[in-house]
């Protein structure tokens, strides 16, 4: 059984601060790893994608991956009262035969 | 255009009751999926189907049946209607099982 852990929060960060948000996973076999916002209400939708060890950067947001540490976060620089919201990890299991396994979530806020 | 749609987006009934959920997509996604957000927000998935074949099946009760009469469907009927379905269920694709999902907006599923 994969599991993705992630501390539920919630995380409070001021307004322009980075927000650096964890995530571990069980599967030594997982290759994909996802980051999703979910605002109250809303559907889940995708911000970021990983596939390498590394950092990958787009606009505000960085996904890093180590897997030998099976550990993959998102940072939000200069955060924005608009970034509050849940973010879920997700990670696809190494044969592909699972779909995304999600973790429950690390609810953000930021502080204006 | 709406790129994965589900109906009802509210959906309140009794229990004992069957109903259904739709799904499209017009994004030419060869799988999709139904996930399951309980009120603790985490999100699990039940099932995916890729080309018309059910590819995984979690430990969901056999009142839940997906039906998916081309790729670009996949409806979600409940038979026998229990409290405990009471949930958001979100439909979802990609273009394979190891890539990022697109989530349509949900269902709020209430069962009195």
């Known amino acids: 059984q994969k599991e993705v852990e992630q501390n539920s929060g919630p995380l409070s960060v001021p307004e322009g601060a980075i927000a650096s948000l964890n995530c571990t996973y069980s599967?030594?076999?997982?290759?994909?790893f996802f980051w999703y916002r979910q605002y109250s209400g809303k559907s889940p939708e995708l911000i970021m994608f990983i596939y390498s060890n590394g950092d990958k950067e787009d606009g505000r947001f960085t996904a890093q991956l180590n897997k030998a540490s099976q550990y993959v976060s998102l940072l939000i620089r200069d955060s924005q009262p608009s970034d509050s919201a849940t973010y879920l990890c997700?990670?696809?299991?190494?044969?592909?035969?699972?779909?995304?396994?999600f973790g429950k979530g690390t609810h953000l806020i930021i502080q204006p | 255009d709406t790129a994965v749609s589900q109906t009802p987006k509210y959906l309140v009934t009794q229990m004992g009751n069957d109903k259904s959920i739709k799904c499209e997509q017009n994004?030419?996604?060869?799988?999709m999926y139904w996930y399951k957000q309980d009120s603790k927000k985490f999100l699990k998935i039940m099932f995916s189907y890729n080309n018309k074949e059910l590819i995984i099946n979690e430990t969901v009760p056999n009142r839940f049946s997906p039906k998916s009469p081309d790729k670009a469907h996949l409806n979600l009927h409940i038979n026998s209607l229990e409290l405990g379905d009471s949930a958001v269920y979100f439909c979802?694709?990609?273009?394979?099982?190891?890539?990022?999902?697109?989530f349509g907006s949900g269902t709020q599923l209430s069962v009195l």
């Open positions: 599967d030594r076999g997982s290759q994909s």
């Open positions: 997700a990670v696809e299991g190494g044969g592909g035969a699972d779909g995304l396994t």
């Open positions: 979802a694709s990609s273009r394979n099982r190891d890539e990022k999902l697109f």
């Open positions: 994004l030419g996604h060869d799988t």
